[in-house]
């Protein structure tokens, strides 16, 4: 009988056992790594912070939100292919980040002074262009959530960049976009792919002469710092796409999915409504620094800028083909060549 009741108290205690980690399983939230390259203290960086925030309160704590900023987890080259692989389940690249995959199609959006202003920018990005090149990442396994601004661009030098001539046989880091590598070219510069988080460095060092970016990334990454001049030119827009594992994405339970939803279009409406101030800040703080001379086109320069930069339209129908720079024409009404 005492053989009996041992055995049976052995088994009681077996199946106890392998019951709790179903227990602990069911308890446990479902992890989101976000990872991003640029610091928290942007637009994005930002934005990443208020959707963890909105996620994890709308799941009641079901969903964690684990963002890695400023390249901590993937650097921008490696990225998109953690994401593919279900290594990391969240991104926010800019769109120029696609054309690796052969969605070349998200150039469009990198031409020279499409975007007359932000107002402009966000109309296109939540009608049918935005929508059209989101269809095209689904066959990539890969979800688009939102659009996320990051304004204009600026560009800096050892020397001011006033006409188009003033760029000739300087090497400028591009991130990856063919379109910018091609009207940086049409102004006599040499452009160069480079991470993000190598620009700092290669600035600093000569490796390369100057940069394209936005005021907020110019401040938080200390460009302005090794850069003597920067001109507030605005002639190309930065955005970022925040997207999903598409098999991670369609897995979790509905009611889930729609609280992260909800959490992400309240998070680009904050993004975005930020992405203007926080630049117009930074400029001021970049100005205040006196580390760097601030200059600004003319209207004469900025029309010198423009013809130079406009044989651009015409060699991206080679580049993103015509249907959507089609769509991008009549969203805009802006003339492709």
Avoid at 79 to 92: D, P, T
Avoid at 258 to 271: C, S
Avoid at 272 to 296: P, V
Wanted: aromatic fraction near 10%.
């Amino acid at each position: 009988m005492r053989k009996l009741l041992l055995a049976a108290a052995a088994a009681a205690l077996v199946s106890t056992l392998l019951l709790v980690p179903a227990a602990v399983q069911a308890q446990s939230p479902i992890v989101i790594k976000f990872s991003h390259v640029v610091a928290n203290d942007t637009p994005k960086g930002k934005g990443a912070l208020k959707f963890k925030e909105f996620a994890e309160k709308y799941t009641d704590g079901k969903v964690k939100i684990e963002v890695y900023p400023n390249s901590s987890l993937y650097k921008d080259k490696e990225e998109i292919e953690a994401l593919q692989l279900g290594s990391v389940q969240m991104l926010a690249p800019s769109t120029a980040k696609f054309a690796p995959l052969g969605v070349k199609e998200f150039e469009a959006l990198d031409l020279p002074w499409l975007f007359k202003d932000d107002e402009t920018y966000a109309a296109a990005m939540k009608g049918t262009v935005g929508k059209w090149l989101f269809q095209k990442l689904e066959a990539k396994g890969i979800t688009g959530l939102a659009y996320w601004d990051n304004g204009f661009h600026m560009v800096s030098s050892s020397r001011p960049l006033m006409k188009p001539a003033d760029f000739q046989g300087l090497k400028f880091r591009i991130s990856g976009s063919k379109v910018a590598d091609q009207y940086f070219r049409l102004v006599g510069s040499i452009p160069q792919i480079m991470a993000f988080s190598e620009v700092y460095q290669a600035l600093q060092t000569g490796v390369v002469d100057g940069c394209e970016n936005t005021a907020s990334n110019y401040l938080t990454q200390k460009f302005y710092e090794v850069q003597k001049d920067i001109t507030v030119s605005y002639h190309a827009h930065l955005q970022y796409a925040v997207i999903v594992n598409s098999k991670f994405w369609a897995g979790l339970p509905p009611d889930i999915r729609t609280q992260l939803e909800k959490a992400m279009a309240e998070a680009t409406d904050y993004t975005n409504s930020i992405a203007r101030q926080e630049n117009e800040d930074a400029l001021a703080e970049i100005k205040k620094s006196g580390k760097t001379t601030l200059h600004y086109l003319s209207d004469a320069d900025r029309k010198a800028w423009q013809e130079a930069m406009q044989p651009t339209y015409k060699w991206a129908k080679g580049r993103v083909g015509q249907e959507v720079l089609d769509l991008v024409a009549k969203e805009l009404d802006v003339k492709m060549n």
